[in-house]
């Protein structure tokens, strides 16, 4: 051996790390294509899993059996979200009034009780019972419809009358009713007169001519352990003591 002659000493390792360097395009390559292979496989819709179980992995006939049940399925959700909606419709109609601009009775009844429970802190709310008392009258006189256009006029009167907080609705035919903040029974009439004689003091214009409104009213100051029910009582008590006074005058004397 020439010691005297130059040799190029490699660097520990490098060999092996050029064959490292050349394997890792290679390696890259495997990889890009794995991914890209993951990528590119279209999911086949019949691999939904029930239990962890695939369903190609199915018995045929028990994934047939399933596919059925799948189909059957869908009619029955359509089905129940049909039913859901004519639910829904069906307690609005039982809740608004067929064809004036207030509650009707069971939506204004679950406003009262709910008035009723929620009552402390409150300035003594005042249920009033206001009844057309010539309604029948304008029935028997002037046909169905002209009966339905007064009562709308009064409901109209009624809902103009409203503060933000109060509650109205019609409990059946002649009668409405209302909720407001009173304080106490002579602050609740006062408020009632001035709606009495808003009404009387705008007719109802119908096909036969202007039409007088006769109403007479009945008040109750609501309490805390009364039920929608006692409350419609003691207004109903008031407006019967009132009922005569309010009759037209040709009724009156008959």
Same mark, same amino acid.
């Given at each position: 051996?020439?010691?005297?002659?130059? *040799?190029?000493?490699?660097? !520990?390792?490098? @060999?092996?790390?050029?064959?490292?360097?050349? #394997?890792?395009?290679?390696?890259?390559?495997?990889?890009?294509?794995?991914?890209?292979?993951?990528?590119?496989?279209?999911? #086949?819709?019949?691999?939904?899993?029930?239990?962890?179980?695939?369903?190609?992995?199915?018995?045929?006939?028990?994934?047939?059996?399933?596919?059925?049940?799948?189909?059957?399925?869908?009619?029955?959700?359509?089905?129940? +979200? &049909?039913?859901?909606?004519?639910?829904?419709?069906?307690?609005?109609?039982?809740?608004? @009034?067929?064809?004036?601009?207030?509650?009707?009775?069971?939506?204004?009844?679950?406003?009262?009780?709910?008035?009723?429970? *929620?009552?402390?802190?409150?300035?003594?709310?005042?249920?009033?019972?206001?009844?057309?008392?010539?309604?029948?009258?304008?029935?028997? #006189?002037?046909?169905?419809?002209?009966?339905?256009?007064?009562?709308?006029? !009064?409901?109209?009167?009624?809902?103009?009358?409203?503060?933000?907080?109060?509650?109205?609705?019609?409990?059946?035919?002649?009668?409405?009713?209302?909720?407001?903040?009173?304080?106490?029974?002579? &602050?609740?009439?006062?408020?009632?007169?001035?709606? !009495?004689?808003?009404?009387?003091?705008?007719?109802?214009?119908?096909?036969?001519?202007?039409?007088?409104? @006769?109403?007479?009213?009945?008040?109750?100051?609501? +309490?805390?352990?009364?039920?929608?029910?006692?409350?419609?009582?003691?207004?109903?008590?008031?407006?019967?003591?009132?009922?005569?006074?309010?009759?037209?005058?040709?009724?009156?004397?008959?």
């Amino acid at each position: 051996m020439d010691v005297n002659k130059t *040799h190029a000493t490699a660097p !520990v390792g490098s @060999h092996g790390s050029k064959q490292e360097h050349r #394997r890792d395009p290679e390696g890259h390559k495997q990889e890009d294509d794995s991914v890209a292979g993951a990528e590119s496989t279209p999911v #086949r819709p019949e691999a939904f899993a029930i239990d962890g179980l695939l369903a190609e992995d199915m018995d045929p006939k028990v994934r047939l059996a399933l596919e059925n049940l799948a189909g059957q399925i869908e009619p029955l959700r359509a089905e129940v +979200e &049909l039913a859901r909606g004519r639910e829904t419709h069906f307690r609005e109609l039982s809740e608004k @009034h067929s064809f004036l601009p207030l509650s009707g009775r069971r939506e204004f009844l679950r406003e009262l009780a709910h008035i009723l429970s *929620h009552m402390e802190g409150l300035n003594a709310p005042a249920l009033v019972v206001l009844h057309l008392v010539n309604g029948d009258d304008i029935r028997r #006189r002037l046909g169905r419809s002209a009966l339905d256009g007064a009562l709308v006029h !009064v409901a109209e009167i009624i809902e103009s009358s409203l503060h933000p907080i109060d509650v109205a609705g019609n409990l059946g035919g002649n009668d409405f009713c209302l909720v407001f903040l009173a304080g106490d029974m002579e &602050l609740a009439r006062n408020r009632v007169q001035g709606l !009495v004689d808003t009404i009387t003091s705008q007719p109802f214009l119908s096909q036969s001519g202007a039409i007088p409104l @006769h109403v007479a009213t009945g008040v109750a100051i609501l +309490e805390g352990q009364m039920t929608p029910q006692d409350a419609l009582k003691f207004a109903d008590l008031d407006l019967l003591r009132s009922f005569v006074a309010a009759q037209p005058p040709e009724e009156a004397g008959s």
